[in-house]
């Protein structure tokens, strides 16, 4: 009797065991197939066959564990053999997961920008409230109408308060004019900050904020190529801001990215900020310095420079301060041959002819710099181009490559960017399957200084801006050209 009751103990052990077993055969294969989906559709670990064996061990592990399951022999060792395998496919999604949602971080952004509208009056003004102003002085024209409407309408719907609005031609004459005493109140749009700094670098000390309202855009869709093509152009935008990057303002680095995979070439492309050129979209495709087309947004400067080279650009990639610091931070600084000795305004350091290693501090000095330059902008376009090339050198390293997960998490919120997930992938598998380096070659638009041409964003002040060398410029289309077909070498 007592001998049967161990045996039917036995083998109900058993039978639990193998219930067990299939449950967890049910969940390995989902993971599995989860894991294996993920990989394949964002090319995870597409390189050196990696992502293939993690898929065949899977497999084996699977396949060995619903043999073993169906002819329900060695409990154990298939309860093992499925433990390893929930914890390998788990591992893989977890990890995809990771990656998917620091891209998504990225790339969930990329598509709007934002900017600020706000009242504001003197310092020393009484005025506390918005309920106090009845009448603004701000500029209508020039697209300012909407943005305008936009904030008048939210302060009537939260605080029941209707506003009248004085024109003025500019932000800055709208500034003057309550300065002057000539108002009591102007609205100002937190995009055109910079051009009321340039003529009067303490004005946010004369100023007091009544109310603000921030306004959302939809960034326009570029011209995406296959995650697998072998030729794109990058758009790459340095924003003189710290903090979010979704902050609409002046773009003061604009250099187009062409890469060409096949040849391992990479060109950098630098057009000066001052850069005389029809403005899109917002600017009315009329004249003014390239920088202004940031104001409108990072799909104004993209239209602007598609419609200047008569090329697509493909992606685009926005940073400002903040991420340029962190980025330099990342990769253990950088490395730069100098061509001439100065000092920068930006953290007073000094930079001798040669080699130099770069901290991020350092880093930021030596691509703002312009004034100390003997070739002002243009030499300035020069070290960027410089800083950008030496950055591309680190990021197509193995080492920094095997950290990309680190990388992108750590800029996800400095960075904006449409690139997706399995263009990434693609880019760095293909490097670590390949190795060797681009080959990095620049070229910069040079031109004319001038202070006499109108400015549409600033009518009524003479402005600096560069008129373009058309020589110079068609020279850097063909270039374009030559790379993106592989005959330049």
Known sequence: MSQRRRSRRSEHKWGQLRIVNSVLLIFLLMTASWATYTMLANNILAFRY??????????????????????N?????????LLVGLLASSGVLFASQQLLNLTSNVNGHSNYT????????????????????????????????????????????????????????????????????????????????????????????????IYSYKIRKEVAATSKVSANADVFNIYVSGIDTYGPVTSVSRSDVNIIMTVNRKTKQVLLTTTPRDAYVPIADGGNNQNDKLTHAGIYGVDASIHTLENLYDIKLNYYVR??????????????????????????????????????????????????????LQGGDNDRGKNQEKVIAAIIKKLTST???????????????????????????????????????????????????????????????????????????TKAKETIQKVMEGKEK
């Open 50 to 71: 990696v992502n293939v064996l993690v898929m065949v061990l899977l497999a084996v592990l699977l396949l060995l564990s619903a043999w073993f399951v169906i002819k």
């Open 73 to 81: 022999q060695a409990k154990k060792t298939t309860l093992v053999l």
């Open 114 to 209: 934002e900017f600020e509208m706000a009242v504001y009056v003197k310092k020393d003004s009484g005025i506390k409230d918005i309920k106090d102003i009845k009448e603004v002085v701000a500029p209508k024209g020039n697209n300012n109408e909407a943005n305008l409407t936009a904030l008048l309408d939210n302060i009537k719907k939260t605080k029941g308060q209707e506003i009248s609005v004085v024109d003025a031609p500019t932000y800055l004459d709208a500034y003057k004019s309550l300065q002057e005493g000539n108002a009591s109140a102007m609205v100002l749009n937190s995009t055109f900050e910079d051009t009321i700094a340039a003529e009067d670098a303490d004005y946010a000390k004369k100023l007091k904020k």
């Open 319 to 372: 940073l400002n301060f903040t991420s340029f610091l962190k980025l330099i931070d990342l990769l253990g600084g950088i490395d730069v041959e100098n061509d001439q000795e100065f000092t920068s305004l930006h953290g007073k350091f000094h930079f001798p002819v040669g080699k130099v290693h770069l901290n991020s501090e350092q880093a930021l000095g030596f691509v703002r710099e312009r004034y100390s």
């Open 399 to 473: 080492k920094v490559l095997s950290n990309y997960n680190e990388i992108i998490g750590n800029l996800q919120d400095s960075v904006q960017t449409n690139m997706q997930l399995p263009t990434m992938m693609n880019l760095i598998n293909t490097q670590l399957e390949t190795g060797g380096s681009y080959e990095v070659t620049s070229q910069e638009i040079t031109g004319q200084g001038r202070n006499d041409l109108p400015s549409y964003a600033m009518p009524g002040y003479n402005l600096y801006v560069m008129e373009l060398d058309q020589a110079s410029l």
